[in-house]
């Protein structure tokens, strides 16, 4: 299976915990997104990289969470001393820009991690 | 606030009876996708549509995006059990194509 592989797929953690997940793209895609998902909502774009380089956070990303993608492969996205507030499901995508079957917004999101924070 | 507006926020139909989704913004999109999702896992993609006025058929499901890219719709005949889902639409702006904005989504429930 060649599709955007995430782990852990389910995290049980404590309060003020730290929790990171990891992301695994599709091989061939340069962009890596994070989004988060509430229950009866879609998906809020959190941040995005192309190749290794962050380009954007969104506001909703606060000081207790970083990405990184530190050889433009996989991705991990760390939340600091977890709050209640930060149970979600945490979803990654990946694209290809500029190749001829990629862009302009055709993202391919993999399972998701479910985050819930007691 | 949602930059995407979905209707109906629920759906429950017979097998074999058709269905549409509507997408709305007030936004211009240079390109506009519908997924599906089911619970615990991820959205799927099932199609992209970049041209105002383009009619896009996949199967039994046809979309279309509003010749003025602000709306779209999702419709499908003879709906199946199987077509259960979370239908969710999200659409990038020029200025920030690498961004999704994704509506509320529109649970799709087929009886059997």
């Known amino acids: 299976d060649t599709g955007v592989s995430q782990n852990p797929r389910h995290k049980i953690t404590k309060r003020g915990q730290n929790v990171t997940f990891r992301c695994d793209p599709i091989?061939?895609?340069?962009?890596l997104y994070w989004y988060r998902q509430t229950l009866g909502q879609g998906p809020e774009f959190l941040t995005y990289f192309q190749n290794e380089a962050q380009l954007e956070k969104s506001r909703l990303l606060s000081d207790r969470f970083s990405a990184e993608r530190p050889k433009g492969s996989f991705s991990t996205l760390e939340i600091q001393r977890t709050e209640q507030g930060d149970s979600a499901m945490y979803l990654c995508?990946?694209?290809?820009?500029?190749?001829?079957?990629?862009?302009?917004?055709?993202?391919?999101f993999g399972p998701g991690t479910r985050l819930t924070v007691l | 606030t949602q930059l995407l507006e979905q209707s109906p926020q629920f759906l429950s139909i017979q097998e074999g009876e058709n269905l549409t989704v509507y997408c709305n913004s007030s936004?211009?999109?240079?390109?506009l996708q519908w997924y599906r999702q089911e619970p615990g896992e991820g959205p799927v993609l099932l199609v992209t549509?970049?041209?105002?006025?383009e009619v896009k058929k996949l199967k039994r499901l046809t979309f279309q995006f509003g010749d003025a890219r602000k709306d779209s719709s999702l419709h499908i005949t003879a709906a199946q059990p199987g077509d259960t889902g979370l239908y969710l639409c999200a659409g990038t702006i020029l200025s920030n194509d690498y961004k999704l904005s994704f509506g509320a989504g529109t649970t799709v429930t087929v009886r059997a």
């Open positions: 091989s061939e895609h340069n962009r």
């Open positions: 936004s211009v999109f240079s390109s």
């Open positions: 549509v970049v041209t105002g006025g």
């Open positions: 995508a990946s694209s290809l820009e500029g190749g001829q079957t990629g862009g302009r917004g055709k993202q391919f």
